[in-house]
Every structure is written in structure tokens, then in C-alpha cells.
């Protein structure tokens, strides 16, 4: 994994307070549970509500919290006064999303001053078995506070 | 537009049917508004929960109404015993999601026997203006019975 | 169609004397028959070279050619001393190959200062008739003279 | 990396014969250099033929390598009479294409019956120094004989 370099040392606390107004977020349940330079963890417990017709986590949960993990990823490199706003998500659906509990893990693969480069993967978890169901790209293009 | 060819002439009451299924759709507030071959049309008002922190339309709000709309659009050409299942889906942000509603309209650009591309675009009504907030594609895989 | 704001009111020539340093493009045999607006057309015959080991149009000849008309389709609309990069180029294979001739047609979706949303479709022509062998989508990104 | 399972033993020896009918991967002067369970791995000297007008290497190109080397990853775990075809193709161009030496590397994620995902990577080699400038990810379709 690569080391970036941070420009904003009090980024966990910046994403942390940023984070109450992730109302999405909170409707659906997801919560961040690491937040490092360039990676971002969250996980959350399936519910009934996360489901499509066939019992299988719905696509739009699995891009929401791509999203929002690729999104934080980007924005723990960013300059204070500095945010990001997603311009190109993509994503490959590899196993249908059946299980207890979700894990979702958003990394830069390439910071820059105007487009940040991620990578995403979601997993889920059934009993003690873990399995890939997801695999994303996106690119978070970098805004100033005037826009943020 | 395509005329494309009905395997399922009551599709839009099978539709209907699954729509009960849809969980997450429903916690999320959202509704189909047309349905006819090859193409979706669903709306909802925007409130505080569809909300990021600048207090736009989450990109995962804009994802799931892709995800469904194009999902079942696809979904109307099915023969019975057929359905199908996201593979890949691109999405771009054209544009911040600023308004009280949302208008997501999914389409087929051509459907096959294993997979059926796919395109949505999805807008913002703020007042008497409406905003194209983001385009998509998608390939949705053709699945039997026997998963669905 | 979209009217979009022209800031080079010479960007044909301008386009026509890129070309030149196009070597990729000419080593193909691909070159542009329509520079206008937001909108570029090209076509070429095509011939063994431009095939995989099925007979049918390779994909990266497909790749080269959406690239091609879809950053100078962006290029027009830029002001004098800036161009395009491709940040990001995402392909549905609709159809496979099969033809005499290639005709790919790039548009601009959505200007911006940093990207430019655009889209591509290709065709092949076999005798009278016309397939449309791949859609997609593009961000090119703005970037100052001091790059190009 | 994944241990993958090997349904053609040959699998070297078709895709060497294979490649005696690609012609545009000949055209472009690219070879494979390593072929093996579910990656490839082919390089080639970068010249002026492979240059768009700033003198970087042209888009099409690494959009060429990329669907070449995830195409054949794809390949080597098909049973025989089996092939693939490029569903989607969805490149991030990370870094502009400077360099004496191109090497791209595609790799299977995920392998189905149906669909296979993959990745792939292009770096620039200038002199001591090698840089990714490329990310991508694909589906390949599965194919019967009747078609390939």
C-alpha cells in the first residue's frame, strides 16, 4: 500500500464532525469504523430494510457505501479548506450480497490536485464465511471550501 | 426510441408484484410512476434523509435510483421465469443535487439473451427548474428461475 | 441536442492542426470527417489489420476511436490555450464487429471548468446495413497550455 | 492472489495460436511475455507511432493493451470450445504516458460461467523509473465455440 502524504493532520476529527451531516448515511445505518490516510473501513449489520425482492442485499446499498468509503478515502488527503465530490463512480457486482453483516473498505489508488483515483471493495459476512461481493473504481474531483 | 419485443405481456403487473419485495427502495421513499417496455420512470420528493453534509442528494440516493430504474427496465423484456441481476454499473455526476424532487428515468439501449445494456439519467426539480444531475449505463445479466 | 458555448471560434483549424501530431490515429487509418461544435464524427474502411483472431473489429480499435472523437469533441468547446486529457473511458460492447466500414460519433454531454462529461457510439456498415457495435462515456479533464 | 481453476491444461498453447489472428495487436507491435492461470503480463518499446499530439502515449493504447491482457486473463481458465468477448471496458488514466517502455498487466478477480471480472494495470518504464499511469476494470462474456 502506498504512504500519502497528509496535508491536513486533524483529518479524523475533520471527517468525524463532517459525519453528522451524512444523513443518508445515518438512514441507512452505515458507520465508519477506521479512518486512516487514504483508507477508510465501515462496516454495518444487515437488515430487512437493506434487501431487493430476492433477499439479497440491494446494489444501491452496496454504491451508497462505496460512495461514502471512497468519498472519506479521498478526503483524508485533502488541504484544510479543500473537500471532494464524487465525479465517476463504477462498479462490478462479482456474488449476489447474502449474508448477516456488510464490510466496506474505500482506498486512494492515486491522489492529485484535481481528481483523486479510488478503489473500493464490499464484503459480507455469513456466519464465519466472508465473501467479495462487489469491486468499484471511482474518481472524486477535488472542490474548495467555496463549494463545500 | 427502440420498439423492442414484449416476451411477458403482463410485465408491468409482475413488476408490480416485486416492487413489494424491494425493501430498500421503499425505505429509501421511492416510487415507480411508469412502466412500459424498456423504460422506468420513478419520482420522489427530496427530504433531509436523501442528504449528504453540503446538503445535496447523496451520490448512493442517485446510485439506487439508476440501480432500480435500469434494473427494471431490463426487467420488462424478461421472458417469465427470467430476471435479472446488476453486473456492472458507471455512473457519472454531472451536476450537485440541488432540489425538492428527483426524477429517475431508466432505459434499455439493448437487450440479449445473457445481458441487457443499459442507460439512466437522473434529475433535480427545484421550483420550475429541472437540473439532469447525473448520467449512467449498466449491464444487467439474465438470470433463470432458478435465482430469482 | 445541446447548444453549447464556443470560446475558440477557430477550434476546426485549431482541431485540424492537432491532427497532425495524431500519429496513433494515422497509424490506424482513422481520421475526422465532421468538427463541429461539441460533436466530432470520423470513419474509416476497415481491413485485417483492424481485427481480432474472430474476424471482428478489435476492441481497442473500438477504444481508440470513442477516445478519439470524444476529447476532441470536448476540445471544441475549449478556450484558446487549454485542451483535454482522458481521465476516464468506460465501454459497453453492444455488438460484435462485423463490417466494411467503422463510423464513431463523439459528443459532449455536460462542459465544465475541470471535466467535460461526453459520449460515444460506433457503428459498423456491412454492405447496406448498420450496427451499432459499442456505446460509452468519457470525463475529459481541462488542463492549461503549460500540459499541452 | 487466487489459485484459479484450470479446465484447459493448453491453455499456453491456444492462446499462443490464438494470437497468430490478432492482427491489430501485431499492428501495434505488442507481445505477451507471460501467460499464466488467469494473468498476462506484455510489454512493448514505446514509438513515435504510439503518440497522440503531446507526445504521450495515445489513449488508444493502453486501451488496447488493457482489453489484450484482461481479454486472454479471462481466457486461460475457459474450458475448451469456450472464449471470451469484451462486455465492458472502464479505464482510469492516472498519469500521462511518458516513457521508452510499456507493460500492461491483466489479471482475473473473479471468474464465473457466464462472466468474467477483471482488472488490469499499465505502467511506462523511462529510463530507471516505472510508472502506473493506468487502471481498468472488465467484464468478459463467456462465449461457446459456436461464436469464437
Redesign the interface.
Known amino acids: 500500500m502506498n504512504a500519502f502524504e497528509v496535508k491536513n493532520p486533524d483529518f479524523e476529527s475533520t471527517i468525524r464532525e ?11 445505518g452505515f458507520d465508519l469504523t477506521e479512518i486512516t490516510a487514504g483508507k477508510i473501513v465501515g462496516e454495518m449489520d444487515l437488515t ?7 433477499g439479497f442485499v ?4 452496496t ?3 462505496m ?2 468509503t471512497m ?1 472519506f478515502a479521498a478526503y483524508t488527503l485533502m488541504p484544510v479548506g479543500y ?1 471532494v ?12 450480497g447474502d449474508g448477516d453483516r456488510i464490510i466496506a473498505i474505500g482506498e486512494v ?2 491522489p492529485g490536485k ?2 483523486v ?1 479510488c ?1 473500493a471493495k464490499i464484503y459480507t459476512v455469513k456466519g464465519e464465511e466472508m465473501t ?1 461481493i462487489a ?1 468499484a ?1 471511482s ?1 472524486m ?1 477535488v472542490i474548495s471550501r467555496k ?2
Open positions: 463532517k459525519l453528522k451531516g451524512q444523513h443518508f448515511m445515518h438512514h441507512i430487512k430494510k437493506h434487501m431487493q425482492q430476492f440491494h446494489g444501491g446499498v454504491a451508497t457505501l460512495d461514502i468519498g473537500g465530490v464524487t465525479a465517476n463512480l463504477s462498479i462490478d457486482f462479482l456474488n449476489p489508488e492515486k484535481k481528481m483515483f478503489t467479495q469491486s473504481r474518481i474531483a463549494r463545500s
